[in-house]
């Protein structure tokens, strides 16, 4: 499935504020994902960063007044207004989200917005308090009432000197926005469990045994379902990643606590997505204190964990779906094949580790997918947000008519 900003056509607007350095990195994403986009800057946004910065970037001219001389049409943002998919405004700065609340447009980037009937996507960039401010607060109400989705502002350090809400997001989170209205909503009203990453079984307060699993996947399905309209709830073992926007999140240590939490919740679920990687043993007795190095040798007692799958696989409900995953050194199809079997799946995604790209902690990943009914689909080595979208397409094909 190609990303759903390809081939789309974005207008970028870009207000007058120090946070405009951002829009550079924004618009190289936007483009990075097959958009084509053009932008359009505030008079005050060109003491900030320069035109050719993002002529550069978009492989287009900007447009930043009505009137320019050249061939710069005074019907241009008309044109651009008829043919977006989207417009982000980023940042909007209070003076902006004044104009478009107001239905002000003695601008180019305003008056364009007025003609606008595409999905808006309005990004504020100020100081706290003006932030904070009623005015704007009622202002950014009156949008939010009249169809424009706002994208709250991040709380952290400012430019002037203080913390609090008003930071411009960064261009990652502001692109899976935009990424999110433009997705078409073939999921919705569906409720996906999704697990991820890895668990942790404690030797010691500062010891554990684990594995490399980042939970990239498992996230990146889940942020996919939920671009997609889907309920997701995502539980996940230790990962730096952030929690995805619009997924409920739950953060879990050992494979016994993810257990837990899934038990408690798959009945709820229609279709449960298993990529963790849960540890299959634990020690038998965890230490209570540090312990000192003294021997040669340790020898370790283990104990197997619960296996998560195979249990929702025997107590599976009528019409619930079930997807497992493998990461597998050898026989992948003979494994795998066994896995979908014992556990009771309805598919299984498999992947060898060691190869290049794929795997643990990677961006992309090449997997196989074997079905129930003996299918089996291998892919090309892709990035593992468009082997998400490609897996919950296959889902869409089992759910009972």
């Avoid at 606008?116 to 009623?134: D, E, F, G, I």
Wanted: aromatic share 4%; net charge neutral.
């Amino acid at each position: 499935m190609a990303h759903p900003l390809a081939g789309k056509n974005i207008v970028l607007g870009v207000c007058g504020g120090i946070a405009a350095y951002k829009s550079a990195e924004l618009l190289r994403l936007m483009v990075k994902n097959g958009a084509s986009v053009r932008v359009m800057m505030s008079k005050n946004a060109h003491e900030f960063v320069g035109r050719v910065t993002f002529e550069a970037l978009s492989g287009t001219p900007v447009c930043g007044d009505l009137f320019a001389p050249g061939g710069e049409s005074a019907m241009k943002h008309i044109h651009w207004a008829e043919t977006a998919d989207a417009v982000v405004i980023a940042p909007a700065t209070a003076d902006m989200i004044g104009k478009l609340a107001g239905g002000i447009a003695d601008d180019a980037l305003s008056t364009f917005v007025m003609a606008v009937t595409a999905p808006v996507l309005v990004c504020p960039s100020m100081n706290v308090n003006m932030y904070q401010s009623k005015a704007v607060q009622r202002n950014l109400e009156t949008l939010r009432a009249d169809g424009f989705r706002v994208v709250a502002p991040d709380a952290g350090d400012l430019a002037c000197g203080v913390f609090g809400p008003g930071r411009l997001p960064d261009p990652a989170y502001i692109m899976d926005r935009l990424t999110a209205c433009l997705t078409p909503k073939d999921l919705a009203g569906r409720r996906i469990l999704v697990t991820a990453g890895p668990t942790r079984e404690p030797l010691d307060p500062v010891r554990f045994i684990s594995n490399p699993s980042s939970g990239k996947m498992g996230f990146a399905l889940a942020r996919a379902a939920a671009h997609r309209g889907a309920d997701v709830l995502l539980i996940t073992g230790p990962t730096p990643l952030g929690d995805p926007p619009g997924v409920r999140t739950l953060r879990v240590e050992t494979a016994q606590d993810m257990a837990r939490a899934v038990f408690e919740t798959v009945k709820a679920y229609a279709i449960v997505i298993k990529t963790a990687a849960v540890s299959d043993y634990r020690p038998v007795q965890a230490a209570a204190q540090k312990i000192k190095k003294k021997n040669d040798r340790w020898v370790l007692e283990l104990e197997q964990t619960t296996d998560i799958l195979k249990a929702i696989g025997k107590q599976k409900q009528a019409g619930q779906i079930l997807v497992g995953f493998a990461a597998e050194t050898e026989d992948l199809e003979a494994h795998a094949m066994k896995k979908l079997q014992d556990k009771n799946l309805d598919l299984i995604a498999a992947n060898c580790i060691g190869e290049a790209g794929c795997g643990f902690a990677a961006d992309t990943n090449r997997v196989t997918l074997f079905f129930r009914d003996g299918r089996r689909e291998t892919l090309p080595i892709m990035e593992k947000e468009a082997v998400a979208h490609l897996l919950l397409d296959r889902l869409r094909s089992l759910e009972p008519a």
